[in-house]
């Protein structure tokens, strides 16, 4: 008994703790390779820390106190074995514009709000996987995203320009900037100028050449070694200045009470931009590497590593594609990476410090453009654009409103528009008049664009290939009717409703208002392919009853049969002479080309009879 107990209390604590899971198995002949990763992915941390904490409108070792309890945090609770979190652009940019609007210009100020915008992260991440929500996530779609980050790269990226010539920063949108420093470029420090783009050239030249050697700490070593060499803040060439040693203050930010709400709101946004940055490198490691992540455990996993930052007087964090592909290509296996890479940022912290001092503002500001460069996908822009426009069409919609407008308000045109595709796309009703494929046994396709293929006289067979809801139901209604009325000579309509897995009220009230409005024209309403769900919601509302008897079937073919015995209708399909099929067992339908979509009858009861749980069947559907 003592020992079911303890293993129960075992299982617990891996399920709540995942470490418990893998370090007990863990096999040392992976050490080397996950300790090679770890310095591999230190030598990105530090000086891409350093850089974002610059964005996010901190003193640069804001950025490094983020990393090591983060680290730590997520190798504890997250599901991914190689993900490594830490200072990201995405939400570096989006911390910095909301410290911005909520600083009073007090240094101090901007700190405690920056730790009290990661803690808000974490909450919010932790809540949503704890309730099992993590399907919020989806919602913002690749082309958003990849938008998104496209427009704050750019703002990142044009923010860097003064940085990286030597001329006052000036303040305001990204156009606003551009224009600013172009009337300024007289202005310009030109040894800044010089380091600045002798920084670009190492490091794009290098990352070229070499693409797996860290070229961001050789540009920041050398130039800390090339500042102190030249006595280059003699020379006016701006520096980072000290940076304090020692570990980071540990406990939670006091803010004014006015600010939680704001911060919370903000912290909701940020939670986005993380899981929208961080999931995706998770689930890409995932299938390359053969395991699974878990969508609740991850926002867990990342909540507690912004909870853990923020407790640390950090930056929010989140999950970085850059840097776990570095540790995958250096041979990491598991999250002991990233604590070998929380280790090495401590020593730093610790003892070396004073290291930054000298280092001249363009170098940082050129190792920033370089981090970021990356995410402004071209590739996949043109790509959205060869295959599909809107897709391309909403992905330039939020660049755009993130450089005109700022990261927040560019964050929620960017959710704006996710939300509003979503419903579009469900809203627009997309239906096909179907007809009798020759020579094939009850088999169904679309008539458009297929003269061969032969209608039911009197009858008018229709497909939805659209989920039929409350959104699109009366515009449904309206192309029915007038499908309906193009032929005098129809008397009954049969809907087939297979892409409806669920019905409401609305819709209910909808199909029976069509319901009396085609039996005033003398025409009778059948439905195929009732699937279980919104069967029960038509058997509920008293839909079915007035449909009556024989109106719903499993399949087309019962469907047409039925609706020519009830409305006297004579004659085959078309002016075919072949008899209707005895049963539909075998019965299909077929997309445009007739050669691939799925099928349409529900084996069990073959289509016999009423249609009942048509789609508890089991069914398999085959191809024409």
Known sequence: MAEAGEDRRWAWAANALPI????????????????????????????????????????????????????????AFGSSRQLIVGPASTVAIVSGSIVADLTRGDPGDAVRITAALAIATGLVLLLFGLLRIGWVAEFLSK??????????????????LPVLIGVPKPPGDVIGVIVRTFHELDEADLLTAVIGGGALLLLFGGARLAPR??????????????????????EGVATVGEVPAGLPPLGLPLIPRDDYAAIAFAGASLALVAVAEGLAAARLFAEQGGYRVDTERELIGVGASNIAAGLSSGMAVAGSLSKTAAADRAGATSQITGLVSAVLVVIVLVRFTWFFTDLPRAVLGAIVVAAVWGLMD?????????IRRADFVAASICALAVVLFGPLPGLGIAIGTSLLAIIYRASRPRMEV???ISDEKAAWGRMRGHADRRPVDGVIVVRLEVPLFWANAVAIQDWLLAEVERDADTRA??????????????TVDVMTHLLHQLRRRGVELYLARVLRVPRGVLERSGFLGLLGEGHSWHSISQCVRAARVQTGLKGGHGNADEPEPADAE?????????????????AGDGGAGESGDAGDTGDTTSES
């Open 20 to 75: 418990f899971r893998w370090l007990p198995s863990y096999r040392r002949s992976n050490l080397k390779g996950d300790v090679l990763a770890g310095l591999v992915v230190a030598a990105l941390l530090i000086p891409q820390s350093l850089g974002y904490a610059r964005i996010a409108g901190v003193p640069v070792q804001i950025g490094l106190y983020a990393v090591p309890l983060a680290l730590v945090a997520y190798a």
């Open 143 to 160: 082309p958003i995203v990849t938008g998104f980050v496209f427009g704050l790269t750019l703002t990142i990226v044009v923010g860097e």
């Open 213 to 234: 050697i860290p070229w961001g700490l050789i540009t920041l070593v050398l130039g800390v070694v090339i500042s102190e060499a030249l006595d280059l803040s003699a």
């Open 378 to 386: 071209v590739t996949a822009m043109r790509r959205y654009a060869r």
């Open 434 to 436: 179907l007809g009798k």
């Open 493 to 506: 309509l049969i809907l087939d409703l297979e892409a409806t897995t669920q019905l409401d009220t609305t």
């Open 586 to 602: 075998h019965e299909v339908w077929t997309d445009d080309a007739g050669d691939g979509e799925a099928g349409d009858g529900e």
